[in-house]
């Protein structure tokens, strides 16, 4: 066997077992699953919560959000795929208070502030000018 094949096989195997630590990892989280379970990416730099999507009867969504507010969301059939979806997205590392603690900072504030300013010129309720004049204003 030469060096390059070792090297292969090594490879392999270590990914072999990197799936298996993600698949324990996952199993293990998933026990704990519930409504409001908040997970973070590796970074420290995003979450994810898990809710029941409001807009959507029945489907559930995870909500992620960093230290300036909500980001982006998944909507999913069910609790267990919004959380499968999260976990695949890098959320893994179980974070309870986490949107708490976020939200009583002034970053969030002010990234809420601007969210709401940027909602409003979206949807054509204010000029560009306004928006900016605005955003400045936060600051």
């Given at each position: 066997m030469?060096?390059?094949?070792?090297?292969?096989?090594t490879k392999r195997e270590r990914m072999r077992l990197n799936i298996q630590q993600q698949n324990v990892e996952r199993q293990r989280l998933a026990e704990r699953l519930e409504i409001g379970m908040t997970?973070?990416?590796?970074d420290?730099?995003?979450?994810?919560?898990?809710?029941?999507d409001a807009s959507q009867s029945g489907q559930f969504r995870y909500q992620v959000f960093d230290a300036k507010g909500f980001a982006?969301?998944?909507?999913?059939?069910?609790?267990?795929?919004?959380?499968?979806d999260a976990f695949t997205s890098g959320f893994r590392i179980?974070?309870?208070?986490?949107?708490?603690?976020?939200?009583?900072t002034e970053t969030w504030r002010?990234?809420?502030?601007f969210q709401a300013i940027r909602d409003d010129y979206n949807a054509?309720?204010?000029s560009w000018d306004t928006m900016v004049q605005r955003a400045k204003a936060i600051e």
């Open positions: 030469n060096m390059n094949t070792t090297s292969q096989i997970l973070c990416n590796r420290g730099t995003s979450w994810a919560i898990l809710l029941a982006y969301h998944s909507t999913h059939p069910s609790l267990r795929q919004a959380f499968d179980l974070d309870h208070g986490a949107l708490d603690r976020l939200a009583a002010k990234g809420m502030a054509g309720r204010i």
